[in-house]
């Protein structure tokens, strides 16, 4: 006989999911009803102007998902790539390959603009490939770079695509909610986000948002959207507005409140109040760090606040410390991807996660451990040294 399934305790500060409050929870235990119920429909009403609150926008195709973040990249890729479409892809951790295997799949020619990864994507690399071509369609870039920690300019990066007249896509997905984002006021034409990062609710959903002028060139298509889940056009009919919506899917109805009620959190506290949330915590977790002895691998002007990117100690064995804090502490840190696999731990502050408390468990957990395993750190002053921040 198989039991039930109850998960241990945990303290979540790795790149996604983040922990998801006991408010968040509980809605999502609230009765299942149809996902074409009236009372299904005024929430689902509610949740696209959440999320238009969340994203800053007026777009009218601002809907999530009902599948994970990397079904929101795809679902902008397959409605606005076509056969032929020259594309800028900017490359500078791992969900830039990701775009780029998306053009090239919707038959787009990817022309890459690779940059280090732990820096910023190059402006200048991309306005020299937009001088080059006179004909690219789309530039696409990711605004926080969950595998590295860091932040592109992407207002800067929005204005170029416009003085070139194309049209950009944006991965948001550690972004929103953690710093800034202002679809409108920077003129973003496709932006897709997740639910298990700065907004924590459960993974599975993501949100995404067109422009008008992403919407004219999907209705200017000549081949049809190779997807039939994705298409836009069709999944409008059940999330546009208005009463009549036909049937397109079974929404996921219990996640679906489960993410209406973090957008309702994030609409109490404050969009700008939670950006500066993310700032406020990470100095303090950054001056425990460092006065322990650990170094920062991004530089501070692209740091993201919500992902923090720390060197390993030279000796110390990388997977052994996230095994230990788990087992011992019950926190979960994130391991380096890529190129960085074993050089850096990725700590996040992520939406739930992001408060005093989980800075000060993470600072001690990871001090005791460090220091167990013999790791040439200064002991006893990493708390000091985060209240003293808190202090300032
Ligand atoms: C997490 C993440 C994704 C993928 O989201 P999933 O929900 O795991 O599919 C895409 N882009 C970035 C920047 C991410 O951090």
New binding site residues.
């Given amino acids: 006989m198989i039991n039930s399934f109850h998960p241990p305790l945990r303290t979540l500060m790795g ?2 999911p983040s922990d998801v409050s006991p408010r968040v929870l509980a809605a999502m235990a609230r009765p299942t009803i149809g996902h074409l119920d009236p009372a299904f429909i005024g929430m689902m009403d509610e949740i696209k102007q959440l999320l238009q609150f969340a994203l800053r926008t007026n777009n009218e195709l601002t809907m999530p998902v009902s599948a ?6 795809e679902a902008c890729f397959v409605n606005l790539v076509e056969p032929g479409d020259k594309v800028i892809v900017c490359q500078n951790g791992v ?1 830039g390959g ?1 775009m780029k295997e998306n053009v090239e799949r919707f038959g787009g020619i990817a022309l890459m603009v690779e940059d280090e990864w732990g820096t910023a994507v190059s402006l200048d690399k991309v306005r020299a490939l937009m001088e080059q071509h006179d004909d690219i369609k789309l530039l696409a870039f ?1 605004h ?4 590295t920690g860091v932040r592109s300019d992407a207002e800067a990066l929005c204005r170029l695509a416009r003085d070139y007249g194309c049209l950009t896509i944006v ?1 948001a ?2 972004s929103l909610g953690g710093i800034e984002l202002e679809v409108d006021l920077w003129g973003i034409d496709a932006i897709y986000s ?1 639910t ?2 700065c907004l924590s609710a459960p ?2 959903i ?1 949100p995404v948002s067109f422009s008008e002028r992403a919407l004219e060139k999907v209705r200017q298509r000549e081949s049809r959207v190779p997807s039939w889940f994705l298409d836009k056009k069709l999944v409008m009919g059940y999330w546009g507005g208005g009463q009549k919506r036909a049937y397109h899917h079974t929404a996921p109805v219990n996640a679906l409140y489960g993410l209406h009620e973090s957008l309702v959190m994030l609409q109490e506290e404050g969009i700008k109040q939670a950006w500066e949330r993310h700032q406020y915590h990470h100095q303090a977790l950054r001056a425990g760090l460092e006065a322990m002895g650990l170094h920062f691998t991004v530089d501070a002007p692209v740091r993201l606040p919500q992902l923090n990117s720390v060197a390993v100690p030279t000796g110390v064995d990388e997977a052994r410390v996230r095994s230990l804090l788990l087992e011992r502490y019950g926190l979960e840190i994130g391991a380096g991807l890529g190129v960085l696999a074993g050089k850096v731990w990725r700590i996040g502050l992520m939406g739930s996660s992001c408060t005093r408390r989980h800075v000060m468990v993470c600072i001690d957990a990871l001090e005791n451990t460090l220091l167990e395993l013999g790791a040439d750190i200064h002991a006893g002053v990493a708390a000091q040294a985060a209240s003293a921040a808190y202090a300032e």
């Fill in positions: 790149p996604g994970p973040g990397s079904a929101g990249m969900f990701r990711v926080a770079e969950t595998s991965d997905v550690t997740g298990q990062k993974p599975g993501s």
